[in-house]
């Protein structure tokens, strides 16, 4: 949804994108541009994160930071590039997921932590709890949570949109408009969950389990399709009265696992049975591997597992997740096995022999 945002986007914007392949190439394209500039003396400024208070995927724009860095450093072209992270999270590292505990021995490590001490290596400055509200050829402006109103000079920037679902109008069968009744305002499906809570009345058993639709029970709703009944990470509104805060991720295994749960529960249905199959994000594993540099004797990746994605305080009453079964890890493992990831989904989605095989 750039059009939430005054001057985002690759089509009608300033800013780049990475949320399909067309606006990635588009991005390489705009990114090989300002390369050429800095081998000519030129200095630049990049800005990466998300366009709008509410957008979500910050691990797209993490990773994708990341990248940048390591390939300028690769190029010898990184002391000329000011490199910018800007984001709405409400602390480093908090990705959308309200962040991650994990235990080491006697010691908790947060993904607060982790993030910090990355950028600190890498050099890249960060603004978080901002959301952007405009941005035009030369400048980003934006909104931070004090109520503070800043401007951000750029040459090159990648903002991640907030998602909107699909402009569907749903009527029933006497011809009234029940979109309202089917969807949220953003126009994602709502499903088996606990609307209407507050952030810090939401809990574990409010998610989704079978993603089917409460008022059709030919209607589901899976992976980012569904509404989430709140967000995962704490949001906030600025003295202005301006919203602040990630909207849930669910893309990538989260979408698998649910995807699969409606399929499975439409199965049943079709042989005359309920839906029995559950992949509530309070009861499944959240897992990722953002690529960090791109290289089978040199790569980097951080490796980030989550039990459960959201919070259940009913179950785990400290954290809310089971913290022996948290990690956030960085190096060349996890390069090597988002390598080996990336061939084995494309030969999963060919359905080639035996891919069924694969998780």
Not at 85 to 102: C, K, V
Request: net charge negative; glycine share 10%; hydrophobic share 35%.
């Amino acid at each position: 949804n750039f059009e939430a945002t005054e001057g985002l986007g690759p089509d009608n914007g300033y800013t780049q994108s990475i949320c399909t392949p067309p606006h990635a190439t588009k991005a390489s394209g705009k990114y090989l541009e300002i390369i050429s500039r800095l081998e000519k003396g030129d200095k630049a400024t990049i800005v990466i994160g998300t366009g709008h208070g509410t957008a979500t995927c910050q691990g797209a724009a993490f990773e994708y930071i990341c990248n940048i860095h390591n390939d300028l450093v690769d190029r010898g072209l990184r002391d000329k590039v000011r490199l910018i992270w800007l984001s709405n999270e409400p602390r480093l590292g908090d990705f959308g997921i309200d962040g991650l505990e994990a235990k080491r021995g006697s010691l908790i490590f947060t993904s607060e932590m982790m993030a910090e001490g990355l950028f600190a290596d890498y050099g890249i400055e960060y603004e978080i709890r901002s959301h952007v509200h405009k941005v035009d050829e030369k400048t980003i402006y934006t909104e931070n949570l004090d109520g503070e109103f800043k401007e951000i000079n750029y040459d090159f920037a990648m903002l991640i949109p907030p998602f909107k679902g699909q402009p569907i109008k749903w009527f029933d069968k006497d011809g009234n408009d029940i979109t309202d009744k089917v969807c949220n305002p953003a126009g994602f499906v709502k499903v088996d969950a606990n609307y209407g809570k507050t952030w810090e009345e939401l809990d574990g058993p409010d998610w989704p389990k079978t993603y089917q639709s409460p008022i059709y029970e030919n209607i589901f709703a899976a992976g980012i399709a569904f509404a989430p009944p709140g967000p995962l990470s704490e949001p906030n509104k600025s003295p202005n009265g301006t919203l602040i805060g990630p909207a849930p991720p669910r893309t990538g295994y989260t979408a698998e696992l649910s995807g699969k749960a409606a399929a499975l529960n439409i199965a049943e249905m079709i042989k005359g049975n309920k839906p029995t199959h559950t992949a509530s994000m309070a009861e499944t594993p959240g897992l990722c591997i953002a690529s960090m540099k791109k290289s089978i004797f040199g790569g980097e990746a951080g490796t980030i597992a989550i039990y459960p994605v959201a919070r259940d305080y009913t179950k785990y009453p400290e954290y809310g997740r089971d913290i022996n079964n948290c990690t956030a890890e960085i190096g060349m493992a996890g390069a090597w096995f988002k390598y080996v990831l990336h061939y084995a989904f494309l030969y999963k989605l060919q359905a080639k022999p035996l891919w069924k095989l694969i998780p």
